[in-house]
């Protein structure tokens, strides 16, 4: 749907509405949502983004955004929103929204420090460092993505239930409900979730399962049709009566399990039971006047964005502007740098002992720095990881009336994870395994060549790129962003936090402006369609660059407090069916 150039206040099912009794059932937990003006333009031909007065939710997809809205409508804070929204994602945005998958969650509490719920799968018990590898010591990559044996074990139910306990204002089951109510009575398909459909279907062979549900008659769902889950209502309810016992154990355990057993899985019920997410220290980095709260590992984006700033100089950057070769060459040349440290020290800081104080060290940075060429491309042939001293996923943040702070990123990993749906229990399953390393030196489905630290270990978790951010400005709240994209996700957030404060862009154009990646390997600059005009293609190519257009980076969504307190949120343009709201 497109935004109106006008303030519209009406109930959020009016429009997409799923079922007529839905209504009724609704009004207990949604109250009225406030669109405002997004398409006009002001000063400086900047484009408005939502704004409201007390609280907003930037999500990709419009039933979860409203899903959160009325959680905080109804007297949830932050967090009881992102709670909702992420069981709501699993029920309307399954390519991936998600039961079955991890994440990481940001918050910064209005009072108390800033926290990091590490919610991300692990290995099952019976996982072995070679498990992907065939009878030569070669990676089958069809087996670490479309196997059985790619899924880990999932974090998000457990995540949400302890985000809920430890800071929710509401009760766990006010905040399923929302999920819960959508998936019984369904909602109306979007042309967007068609569209995931027919790209999912195109990418394999379907399961069993899974079709049945999705591609009903043979064909995707179709546009405008209402789409009920009824089992995966029965889980949420399950969840709602019992909490991550409703899912770690039971009857949703038993259907995990049996499935494994039956497909050639590795997840047993002990695994299962056995498994508890984890609350961590928050990666700070000061950049600029601002500082970065981010996750810290297992999510390799904090160490490697606080690599990438330390090692630019902001003032040339600023003074270079964003659509200039300059700027691009430097960032490139940082992010080389970046992700060849990456990929070889980082994995989780449970099982490996990543030199993150020395990556992240002035000193160190300084040398590294010394390594970027001037006016000329460099080569990740010749770049290798310093010396220090000893594309599914989904991002979605709520800022609440009471200035409490929640930023999730969780992930199935591919389109629609592994594919594979839990007969009974109505939710598809990750093929996060594929995020291990299955071989040092060969790469991933992302195109990541890692190291030994993130080599497959029982229990132990992948290394990730998701890293939802809270970016603070003299000690207090400027904004929060975080993005899809697999290994893109931290050029995604730090090229949008690059327009917000050298650029000052307002969080609409920040985020909707064209972005460029490079990870060390392949030795290409990817960039979107547009990004890069004729002209500059010329300088970079001439510098050496190899550039490859592609036609999306990411997927961000962010909300910005301007200097009145006035909120402003956006869902990215290059999702159709990203909303932000607020009241």
Partial sequence: MEHLPFTVYRLPFTVYSPHPAILD?????????????????????QQVPVSAPNAMVACSEPFAAEAGLGILRKGGNAYDAAVAIGFALAVTYPRAGNLGGGGFFVGLPKRGGPAFLDFRETAPAAATKDMFLDANGNPQP??????????????TVDGLV??????????????????????????????????????????????????????????????????????LADTLERISDQGRLGFYSGPTAQMIAQDMDREGGLITEADLKSYHSKWRGVLSIHSGGYELLTPSLPSSGGVTMAEILGMVDLNALKSDGKDNANYVQMLTEAE??????????????????????????????????????NGHAGNSKDVKQGDPEKMETTHFCVVDKDGNVAAITYTLNGLYGMQAMVPGAGFLLNDEMDDFTSKPGSANMFGLVQGEPNAIQPHKRPLSSMTPTIILKDGKFFATIGSPGGSTIITNVLQTYLNLSLFNMNIRDAI???????????????????DF???????????????????????????????????????????????????
């Fill in 162 to 231: 302890a985000l809920q306990a430890r800071y929710g204002k509401l009760t766990l089951p006010d905040d399923v409900r929302p999920a819960m109510l959508l998936a019984r009575l369904g909602f109306t398909v979007s042309q967007n979730f068609h569209d995931s459909l027919v790209r999912a279907l195109a990418a394999r062979p379907k399961i069993a399962e899974t079709a049945t549900l999705y591609y009903p008659d043979g064909n995707p769902l179709t546009v405008g049709s209402t789409f009920i889950q009824g089992d």
């Fill in 512 to 530: 909707d402006a064209g972005r460029f990646h490079h990870q060390y390997l392949p030795d290409v600059i990817e960039y979107e369609n547009g």
């Fill in 533 to 583: 005009s004729p002209s500059e293609i010329d300088v970079l190519e001439g510098m050496g660059y190899h550039l490859h257009e592609v036609s999306q980076l990411g997927d961000v969504n962010g909300i910005m407090r301007m200097p009145d307190g006035t909120l402003q949120g956006w869902s990215d343009h290059r999702n159709g069916d990203g909303k932000a709201v607020g009241y």
């Fill in 336 to 373: 080389r740098l970046a992700y060849a440290d990456r990929n070889y020290y980082l994995g989780d800081s449970d099982f490996a002992h990543p030199p993150v104080d020395q990556l992240t060290s002035s000193k160190y940075l300084q040398k590294r720095k010394a390594l970027m060429p």
């Fill in 25 to 45: 059932c609704m009004k207990a937990t949604f109250a009225l949502a406030v669109l405002t003006l997004s398409s006009c333009s002001f000063g400086s031909g």
């Fill in 142 to 155: 069809e087996e670490s993505i479309f196997g059985y044996k790619s899924i880990g074990v999932p974090g």
